[in-house]
Nanobody, 123 residues
């Protein structure tokens, strides 16, 4: 049974930092492309960042580029998202996602999803 467990969310002031983690089990993590999406109240889910199964391809949404860093540790089956210079508009539930199919890495049709981690940025 595939499980993705998101952790590391919390409340932070604008300009602060948080690090999200996603622990994967029940899948061969090293062959999965991984991504982070987020959904704010009343808004559609949106792409944040993605990393290819090799770790060699990194993709970021324009609104987080230069502030967020995605990384993975295939030996530990973990995905991370370092979030710096946080803004109130980054407030959302953040979800990690996994997919092994050759498909556009930035769209949200991923096979597996975490339960989400709440990130709240106060002004």
């Amino acid at each position: 049974q595939v499980q993705l467990v998101d952790s590391g969310g919390g409340l932070v002031q604008a300009g602060g930092s948080l690090r999200l983690s996603c622990a994967a089990s029940g899948l061969t993590f090293s062959i999965y492309n991984m991504a982070w999406f987020r959904q704010a109240p009343g808004k559609e889910r949106e792409f944040v960042a993605a990393i290819t199964w090799t770790g060699g391809g990194l993709y970021y949404a324009d609104y987080v580029k230069g502030r967020f860093t995605i990384s993975r540790d295939n030996a530990k089956n973990t995905l991370s998202l370092q979030m710096d210079s946080l803004k109130p508009e980054d407030t959302a539930v953040y979800y990690c996602a996994a997919d092994s199919r050759p498909r556009p890495i930035t769209d949200d049709q991923y096979d597996y999803w975490g339960q989400g981690a709440q990130v709240t940025v106060s002004s």
